[in-house]
């Protein structure tokens, strides 16, 4: 798993942090039902105590329907949901997935098709940011989920240790070759590491770019797109890293990552919005002030995760106008949306809640810095891109071949037109 999916795979709030949702865990909000009517939800931390939170605005709609939220951990979740989609077996009446599930599943037809009568969700598509709705979008154009939060890109960055090399944020994101050689300068002065993993940079740049609706490793066609410039590029840049001693090589979510931020041997992160909070609540708490939030180097404007709500297209037809009305107000309520984003980091897609005067407020972890409007304006200039369904293999793919770069000495044009090759013979299958 390559840094960039580590981070995925956290989803942009941590859920592989959270340890005390057990696996299938359900919470029923039984004492509110006395018509024996029954919603269940499906979801992982902390989304299941979002939507636990929701429940009495819920209760004041429908006094009568209980809803029983099903919590496991992250990936004991998806799993459970690809296979209750594939058997049709113990499939809820609601369904939350991460944003690279969402593509993933919508490649088949075990989703709801949310563009049809009754639910017509193509009316909701002005109310959200954009790259994030479009995310929603199957090749066959159907709608199959409905977003409630996203992950801006951001760079963030120890100014104390910028100013003892002398530099400020302007030195670190005119360009990514700005940004490896004021590591450089940065390693000189303070010792410290750019970046954790050289992976994470090239995770970065593969996405530096590209048009909406382009895909990262395939073209609507299924073309392969690896041996290209900008895969070139994004190697290079990651083996000067290494080379130049820039990277700590460790891997995200490991002890050694969570130490180098405490002790102040990693400079930078590039990372989700939501790792502020992170750092702020167990990563490294002792740093509070030390930090600062900027756009990700050379305008790039990335989305790291999100959480969708979806309806199963088999789950129990009497329970889908309940089910679509309760998505509708665990994604369309402004108030809802807002108590989600200060109590768990869930930065909000719902674009209405973008104004409030929240975003302005300085965060204290980053010494003041009102950093959500850098977050608000990457989230609105991310964009969409085209889903593929061999995207994870391919992931794999070119992370292994960049290892054979780094760590053997491959050369990159071998690298690159070998997994390019490897590619062709999985695009179509």
Known sequence: MTEFSKRLATMGRRHAMVGVAALGLATTDALHASSGRKLTVAAFPLLDEIIKASLPRWRQRHPDVAVEVVSRQYVDHHTAMTTALSTSVYLPDVMALEASYVGRFSQGEGLQDLSLAPFQAEALNPRFVPYAFEQTRNRRGARVAVPTDIGPGTLLYRADMLAKAGLS?????????????????????????????????KDIVIRSGLRPGEGLYFDKDSRVLVNSPRFHRAFELARQVRQRQLDAKVSAWSNEWAEGFRRGSIATDLTGAWMVGQMANWVAPSTKGLWRAAQLPENT???????????????????????WE??????????????????????????????????????????????????????????????????????????????????RGKHIGQALADAQRLLERRAHR
Not at 169 to 191: C, F, Q, S
Not at 317 to 322: R, S
Request: no cysteine; net charge negative.
């Open 301 to 323: 404007f990335v989305g790291y995760g999100g959480s969708f709500y979806a309806i199963p297209r088999r789950a129990r037809a009497e329970n889908k106008a309940l089910a």
């Open 326 to 407: 309760l998505i509708q107000l665990l994604t369309l309520d402004p108030a809802l949306q807002l108590a989600a984003f200060k109590a768990q980091d869930a930065f909000p897609a719902l674009v209405e809640t973008h104004q409030d005067p929240f975003f302005e407020q300085p965060v204290a972890f980053l010494g003041g810095q009102p950093a959500r409007v850098v977050w608000r304006e990457a989230a609105r200039r991310i964009s969409s891109t085209e889903v593929h369904k061999q995207n994870n293999f391919a992931d794999e793919v070119i992370s292994t071949e960049l290892d054979n770069v780094l760590d």
């Open 169 to 201: 944020e302007a030195d670190l994101t005119p360009t990514w070759e700005a940004y490896v050689a004021a590591g450089a300068r940065i390693k000189a002065a303070t010792g410290a590491y750019l970046v954790g993993n050289a992976q994470s940079l």
